[in-house]
Nanobody
Framework: VQLQASGGGLVQAGGSLRLSCSGR??????MGWFRQAPGKEREFVAG????????AYGDSVKGRFTISSGSTGSTAYLQMNSLKPEDTAVYYC???????????????????WGQGTQVTVSS
């Protein structure tokens, strides 16, 4: 399993960015986005089940971020709107094998990780 995250950058508060995570994943892998700000724990941002039917979001991004998957299920996107300075972090995509079509929110469950992409939101 190989994951590649892209799409990060510098944006003003209130702006939008779209992150992409692509690569070869397993057929029953949920995909997720996590983020880590300096001095903080890596936190769950959003996840999508292997079929795309189920999604989950961290409380701090609900209503602002949307996760989706590509037609083949090997790509995941994170549309980030109404960005805030506190969204500044390195964003990581990850994949987790699951027995059911559900989403895991714990980083320890994710076996495969891509490199991070920096998102910086200026005030």
């Amino acid at each position: 399993v190989q994951l590649q995250a892209s799409g990060g950058g510098l944006v003003q508060a209130g702006g939008s960015l779209r992150l992409s995570c692509s690569g070869r994943t397993c057929s029953h892998c949920a995909m997720g986005w996590f983020r880590q700000a300096p001095g903080k724990e890596r936190e769950f941002v959003a996840g999508i089940s292997w079929s795309g039917a189920n999604t989950a979001y961290g409380d701090s991004v609900k209503g602002r971020f949307t996760i989706s998957s590509g037609s083949t299920g090997s790509t995941a996107y994170l549309q980030m709107n109404s960005l805030k300075p506190e969204d500044t972090a390195v964003y990581y995509c990850a994949a987790e094998r699951r027995n059911t079509d559900s989403v895991g929110m714990l980083r320890y469950g994710y076996e495969y990780w891509g490199q991070g992409t920096q998102v910086t939101v200026s005030s």
